[in-house]
């Protein structure tokens, strides 16, 4: 019997072994994954961002991911969509990601207010630094050796002037290159509606 648990307790322990050395990176190291979800602080504290970038005109053929949100009452649908560039372009020791984010309402309702809520995150390390191409908007790693997850200042885009979409379009920027962990890029985006009449928002979020 001692035996038989003692093989079971290798068996398990192969394989607990296999599954961490199958994980990402940023699962092995212990990274706060939670760290890229924007929290409701970040939402209300987001600053507008530069003009710019808003509203582009066309959905750029990148990876993305696309929330809906079906409000309550028979009163339409509410999307958060993400895009960004599946590679980086590499331009002297910085690396550059194209993103759009956009928050799109589809209904009979009228809309005060329709944002859109972004920020990116990265594991980085020696001082490295991530913005969005936006001003105000980095964020930078301690200048210690070992890898963490951060993340950029929140950023919103909104219209209210009845539009049904608020979009915006820029690019990610880390620097310096080899201070980047691959694959641990990514984009988060927060949709929120304001319905003429409701006193309610209503949010959602989509991430890439």
């Not at 961490?20 to 961002?49: C, H, K, N, W």
């Not at 880390?174 to 949709?191: E, F, L, Q």
Request: aromatic share 8%; glycine share 8%; net charge positive.
């Amino acid at each position: 019997m001692e035996g038989k648990m003692y093989h079971s307790k290798h068996v398990l322990s192969i394989l607990l072994t296999v599954v961490m050395l199958l994980l990402p990176a940023r699962y092995a190291f212990g990274d706060d994954i939670s760290q890229i979800e924007l929290s409701p602080q970040e939402l209300e504290s987001a600053t507008v961002a530069d003009p710019s970038g808003a509203d582009p005109s066309s959905v750029m053929p990148l990876s993305k991911d696309s929330e809906p949100l079906t409000i309550p009452g028979g009163k339409g649908t509410l999307t958060s969509n993400a895009w960004r560039s599946s590679s980086y372009t590499v331009s002297g020791n910085t690396l550059k990601w194209d993103y759009q984010v956009s928050a799109v309402y589809s209904g009979n309702r009228k809309v005060s207010k329709i944002r859109t809520t972004w920020k990116g995150s990265a594991s980085l390390r020696n001082s490295a630094s991530i913005n969005l191409g936006i001003s105000s908007s980095g964020g930078s790693a301690g200048a210690g050796g070992g890898w963490q997850y951060v993340s950029t200042v929140a950023k919103y885009w909104e219209n209210n002037n009845g539009a049904k979409e608020a979009s915006y379009r820029s690019n990610m920027v880390v620097a310096p290159a080899r201070d980047y962990r691959s694959d641990t890029i990514s984009i988060v985006n927060t949709a929120r509606v304001q319905l003429s009449g409701d006193k309610k928002s209503y949010e959602i979020s989509a991430s890439c």
